[in-house]
């Protein structure tokens, strides 16, 4: 069975930088897209950037364009998250997950995810 472990919120000021990771145990990356989502509170869970397994693709959601930059390190079974120009509106807690559907497959959505590991905070101060 896969186990999410992300890693790497806190609480940062607003303008701020946080780096998140996101390990796999159980079972490799290997040949599948992996997403980054959010959970703020009332809110859906929503994503936030994609990445193939390749690492050649990428896409994000428009609220995090140009901010944000996902990565993976297939060596490490490991993706990462940059965060920069960090806003209030980011406070979430951030998962992992990868699409059990293959290599890259769009949209990548919550509902196309299986298991969820435990996130990790995130939250930014105006």
């Known amino acids: 069975q896969v186990q999410w472990v992300e890693s790497g919120g806190g609480l940062v000021q607003a303008g701020g930088s946080l780096r998140l990771s996101c390990a796999a145990s159980g079972r490799t990356f290997i040949g599948f897209a992996v997403g980054w989502f959010r959970q703020a509170p009332g809110k859906e869970r929503e994503v936030v950037a994609a990445i193939s397994w390749s690492g050649a693709r990428t896409r994000y959601a428009d609220s995090v364009k140009g901010r944000f930059t996902i990565s993976r390190d297939n060596a490490k079974n490991t993706v990462y998250l940059q965060m920069n120009e960090l806003k209030p509106e980011d406070t979430a807690v951030y998962y992992c997950?990868?699409?059990?559907?293959?290599?890259?497959?769009?949209?990548?959505?919550?509902?196309?995810?299986?298991?969820w590991g435990q996130g990790t905070q995130v939250t930014v101060s105006s």
């Open positions: 997950a990868a699409d059990g559907r293959g290599p890259w497959t769009v949209p990548f959505e919550s509902t196309d995810v299986g298991s």
